[in-house]
């Protein structure tokens, strides 16, 4: 797998193209590899520019020293029903022979299991309370229910997070008489225990129930609203209570999953993609190989004149210049590095950004001024920017295996630090890397208060990691105070056993610019349905297309940047849909 992709920190004044795509992340990369394979335009007329010195945007894969394996600081796994991701990375079935797979992307990429781990292993430390994730389970197998120190409804008692969360959207999608009708027989409710309800809904399922789904409880203030209407949080306290709602935020794992977000869309969210049946895998070369081998596809045509733009920041863009009768827009960047600004002449221009980097722009331009384009404000600010940190720590061995936990998987906990994903060993030096905090929505100001101290952790020499390599990475340091806090929070999550210190950390902040975030997610009241596709072309008479993770439906997840591309060149640019994606996927609204 190549990670050394060429890219061009300098400029070329006055550059004239066909299409400027900004944003070197995964929805930027893959149209780009697009519209050459399909040979719409030359390779010197589609030309990506980002401000960073990395390509990936969110993904972002590390070695830390004394480790041969990938540690990751932003988006880390797919589900193998998302068919483009998994087709890229994996290939496409052998019409002649369905167990072989075809390559589609020239770079090997190796999918490995994302493992989740043992429930039986892992660990809940809830209001101070240890148990294994197992242990709702444990006790319905005798018949008993496991009483927490959360004081749920008589009817929720004994429910772990998961069962809860189904239960809620079972029972909201069968109060719906016209749902049940349709779909009853895919919304399914054991006979033999009143803990399992499974969805057999497929996406497009999804997207007829979505817009149209009643609330109907007589008894609720929301009755007769339409879930979509709905906050996640308010549907969840009414169903479950305050302290219902407590037990699903802090034993789910995630603050993100239940904040006040639009509830048509958390539904399927909550089936589909944190069910206990999902399966996940990554790449075993990081996940960022996938932005990688998109380069390096786009880059094959160097020669031709397919260049990525790196440490070049987009300022702002403009319709009156003298170039307007062959170029439709005059694009000017800055350089980051000489501080020069250049302009790039496009007829078309993609901004494969999120909402942050859009905000970020000059909204006094024609296309962003709210005085001339409203709707287009209006619909940027339809999703909520989730803040998310990661802090990678490198240990000497694994101490978490004295406490019999022997695989890949995360722990939870109701304390800041909110999850530790055991990310594995190096076999040769025992050396071991753990995704110390997985902060997320609510906890971020209680880590940003120790972030932004000015007193960083101080890597120590280990075991095949010398204090050379090691201080390489001094300026991605968590703070010292950050670092002793979160060890904190780890031997009490743990309990009774010895964690040493880190010998070094990887810190990462998403809510840095021009990210702003590490995902999203739609706010209530929005009409997804109709936001989707507006975004991909704002303005009728414009040729001026936003795609990216933030405004698809499966935010949080690559397969949305990708499936929010796919459409939009097929909806403007003519393609067709690719050879290798089975005529069956659904890409959504």
Wanted: charged share 25%.
């Amino acid at each position: 797998m190549n990670k050394n992709t060429p890219l061009n920190p300098g400029m070329h004044p006055d550059l004239r193209i066909e299409v400027a795509i900004i944003g070197a992340g995964t929805s930027g990369l893959y149209t780009a590899y697009r519209l050459l394979t399909d040979k719409k335009f030359k390779p010197s007329d589609v030309q990506i520019f980002d401000m960073n010195n990395k390509l990936g945007g969110r993904l972002e894969s590390v070695i830390m020293p004394g480790m041969d394996f990938w540690g990751e600081l932003g988006g880390m796994r797919y589900l193998t029903s998302q068919e483009i991701v998994t087709t890229l990375i994996e290939g496409y079935p052998d019409p002649l022979d369905k167990e072989k797979l075809i390559p589609v992307l020239k770079d090997t990429m190796t999918p490995i299991d994302f493992p989740m781990g043992k429930d039986s292993q892992l660990l809940m430390y809830l209001r101070k309370e240890h148990m294994q994730q197992n242990a709702w389970n444990v006790a319905q197998d005798k018949d008993e229910k496991l009483i927490t120190r959360y004081f749920l409804n008589e009817d929720d008692l004994g429910f772990s997070s998961d069962q809860l969360f189904n239960k809620v959207i079972y029972d909201v999608l069968m109060a719906d008489p016209w749902v049940a009708e349709k779909y009853g027989n895919k919304i399914i409710k054991s006979e033999k225990s009143i803990y399992d309800y499974s969805f057999k809904l497929d996406s497009r399922d999804w997207d007829d129930i979505k817009p149209k789904l009643v609330y109907n409880f007589p008894n609720s203030p929301y009755d007769g609203r339409l879930v979509n209407d709905l906050g996640f949080w308010n549907l969840l306290k009414d169903q479950v209570s305050q302290e219902g709602y407590e037990f699903l935020a802090n034993a789910g794992g995630y603050y993100s999953n239940t904040i006040n977000w639009n509830a048509a869309e958390a539904f399927p969210y909550m089936v589909g993609d944190f069910s206990a049946d999902v399966k996940y895998k990554t790449i075993q070369e990081g996940y960022d190989s996938i932005a990688y081998a998109l380069a390096n596809s786009y880059m094959e045509y160097e020669t031709e004149g397919a260049t990525i733009w790196s440490e070049n920041k987009l300022i702002t863009f403009r319709k009156d210049h003298a170039l307007q009768n062959t170029h439709k827009y005059e694009l000017t960047f800055l350089n980051l590095k000489t501080n020069k600004t250049w302009k790039v002449y496009a007829n078309s221009i993609v901004l494969g950004m999120p909402r942050k980097s859009l905000e970020l722009l000059d909204q006094n331009n024609f296309f962003f001024n709210i005085n001339e384009n409203s709707t287009l404000n209006y619909n940027i600010r339809s999703v909520i920017m989730e803040p998310a940190f990661k802090i990678l720590m490198g240990f000497p061995y694994p101490w978490w295996e004295n406490l019999g936990i022997t695989e890949h998987g995360h722990s939870i906990t109701d304390l800041p630090m909110r999850q530790c994903y055991y990310f594995g060993t190096d076999e040769h030096t025992n050396n071991s890397m753990l995704l110390g905090s997985y902060g997320d929505m609510e906890t971020e100001t209680f880590w940003k208060a120790l972030s932004d101290d000015k007193v960083l952790f101080e890597v120590k020499a280990s075991k095949s990691a010398s204090l050379k390599e090691l201080h390489e990475l001094d300026n991605v340091q968590a703070t010292k105070l950050m670092v002793d806090e979160l060890m904190t929070q780890l031997r009490e999550l743990h309990g009774d056993i010895t964690i040493p210190e880190p010998y070094v950390t990887y810190f990462k902040d998403w809510t840095d610019d021009p990210f702003g975030a590490g995902y999203h997610a739609w706010k209530a009241g929005y009409s997804v349905e109709n936001v989707m596709p507006y975004m991909r072309k704002p303005v009728s008479d414009e040729q001026i297309h936003i795609i990216g993770e933030a405004y698809s439906d499966q935010q949080g997840w690559v397969e949305g940047a990708f499936c929010e591309a796919e459409k939009m060149l097929q909806e403007y640019f003519g393609l067709d849909r690719p050879y290798w994606l089975s005529p069956e996927y659904y890409l959504g609204w």
